[in-house]
């Protein structure tokens, strides 16, 4: 069964479409996705979207083989979708392990990650666990933010620009914990803007161009021309599947 | 400076407390040029926009219009000056009518009375394709429309110099092949543009020249298919290693 399947997807804020028939799947549990484009291209808004928190105005969202297009945000966290939102957006007054127990409350099963599996995933916050989430670095703010969504133990993880304002080291880490996380079985969708980065550590890529897809296939398939002329829009055709 | 530059950017330099957003950026732009500016998230393209027409203060370096330094010049001088610019989110005076937004830009940006503030504003909306909606209350307008109008708006202040902030976003194409001709028309009178945009397939129908900022500096101006094709570019935009 597919895992993740997006199918025709059109997401409007206001009178400003986003998202034009947007579709891509992810076939099978520990595999990762890709998703790339420049400024603007609704990469955000379709993580938010397939996460529940921002509405398709048609298209569907099916999800182990369930319809959730209509389901709310903290349905689709019990079913097993966490989303690690661009920006972090941690509850900064909270400490770290406050913020973790944020998403473990979030589901009403005993979790497969519990605090210490964590701790061991990220030892470079278990350190801090009783310090406010705000006097951390940048790159420990990303730890507790993926710590986070893994307390809800999902099956799929979509993480967002994850490594944006980090140290390269820092991010290497971070990169390093996510494939140890495919490897566990976690399924991952990836938007960064470090198109290498992403291609190293995903199986599939797709190129959001002007909120609709330009390029999508196995990373393994496209080029390198490809991928430039997805991305900076020099040519324009439908959903380009080059697998 | 020579007298064929119709804008001129001397060693500009700003920074917002300890982050350096502008380094140093030169550039200069001939009279009836389409210059495009263009460069991946932060590389400080809003802050050059900033600081041409005066909303920013530059920390070092100096902004000239058509030979003359305007660097210590309030916003309002330098619009009378013939500086015109949209903003990224169209804000207009939702209560007025269409035509009233346009007059209220011809009467305070380009100080213009009477029959002859009316002419400016009738003839703005023409060009921007408004005529038609002029007596339409401008709160109720669709996207594309109050795209055109925050166009028009810049155009009613008669400016030599039109400053562009990512006007081509979330159109469909025919409405881009919209926009596209009335850049056209609005260069064709006369009117220098330097226009900041990420939907490259746009911008390079209209574009001659493309300068291409990341981290704070200019690193490609050269014709649109050389900066495209630049491994900087590339690089800024798609990261380091890209593929």
């Known amino acids: 069964m597919t895992l993740l399947e997006v199918a025709g997807l059109n997401v409007f804020y206001g009178d400003f ?30 993580l938010r979207t397939i996460a529940g928190a921002n509405r398709a105005a048609s ?3 099916t999800f182990s083989g369930t319809d959730i297009t209509t389901a709310p945000p903290y349905r689709r966290i019990t079913a097993g979708i966490a989303l690690v939102p661009e920006g972090r957006k941690l509850f900064g007054s909270l ?49 507790v933010a993926i710590a986070r969504a893994l307390a809800a133990a ?41 198109l290498a980065r992403a291609m190293a550590a995903c199986d599939d890529l797709v190129c959001l161009l002007e909120g609709r897809v330009a390029l999508a296939g196995p990373v393994s398939s496209v080029t390198r021309e490809q991928v430039v002329a997805a991305y900076f829009g020099q040519v324009r055709a439908g959903p380009d599947d080059v697998g | 400076m020579t007298a064929l530059e119709a804008l001129r950017v ?26 495009g500016v263009v460069g991946p998230n932060g590389a400080g393209k809003t802050t050059l926009l900033d600081l041409l027409t005066g909303t920013g203060r530059c920390d070092a370096g100096r902004v000239l219009l058509s030979g003359r330094d305007v660097s210590r010049l309030p916003p309002p001088a330098r619009a009378r000056l013939g500086l015109g610019r949209t903003f990224q989110v169209p804000r207009p005076l939702g209560d007025l009518t269409v035509f009233e937004n346009a007059l209220v830009a011809a009467v305070r940006g380009a100080g ?33 429309d109050r795209k055109r ?64 900022l990341a981290d704070g500096r ?25 593929l």
Not at chain 1, 19 to 24: A, E, G, M, W
Not at chain 1, 112 to 140: C, D, H, N, T
Not at chain 2, 10 to 19: I, N, P, Q, T
Not at chain 2, 124 to 135: E, F, Q, R, V
């Open chain 1, 17 to 46: 479409q986003a998202l034009f028939d947007v579709s891509l799947s992810v076939p099978r549990a520990g595999s990762a996705l890709a998703l790339v484009g420049a400024n603007g291209a609704g990469k955000t808004t379709l």
């Open chain 1, 59 to 61: 298209g569907s969202v």
């Open chain 1, 95 to 143: 400490t770290v392990e406050e913020n973790i127990l944020v998403g473990s409350s979030a589901v009403s099963r005993p979790g497969e990650w519990p605090l210490e599996r964590i701790y061991e995933v990220f030892p470079m916050i278990a350190a801090r666990r009783k310090q406010r989430a705000s006097v951390l670095s940048g790159g420990e703010q990303q730890a």
């Open chain 1, 154 to 194: 999902p099956s799929l993880l979509l993480l967002d620009e994850i490594s944006l304002g980090l140290a390269p080291r820092v991010v290497g880490e971070l990169y390093q914990t996510l494939a140890g996380l495919r490897a566990a079985g976690t399924t991952l969708v990836i938007v960064e803007q470090d």
């Open chain 2, 10 to 35: 001397d060693g500009v330099a700003k920074s917002y407390g300890s982050l350096a957003v502008l380094r140093s950026v030169s550039l200069a732009v001939a009279p009836g040029e389409v210059v």
């Open chain 2, 112 to 144: 213009l009375r009477g029959r002859h503030a009316y002419g400016a504003a009738f003839a703005a909306l023409s060009y921007a394709g408004m005529a038609g909606l002029a007596n339409t209350r401008a709160g109720g307008l669709r996207l594309l």
């Open chain 2, 149 to 212: 109008l925050e166009l028009a708006r810049a155009l009613a202040q008669r400016p030599r110099v039109l400053l562009l902030d990512e006007i081509a976003g979330g159109l469909t194409d025919p409405e881009s092949e919209a926009l596209i001709a009335t850049i056209r028309a609005v260069n064709e009178i006369g009117t220098t543009i330097v226009w900041v945009e990420h939907v490259m397939r746009v911008l390079t129908a209209v574009a001659t020249r493309l300068i291409c």
């Open chain 2, 218 to 242: 200019v690193i490609a101006d050269d014709a649109p298919a050389a900066v495209l094709a630049s491994e900087d570019v590339r690089a800024a935009f798609l990261g380091g290693g890209v």
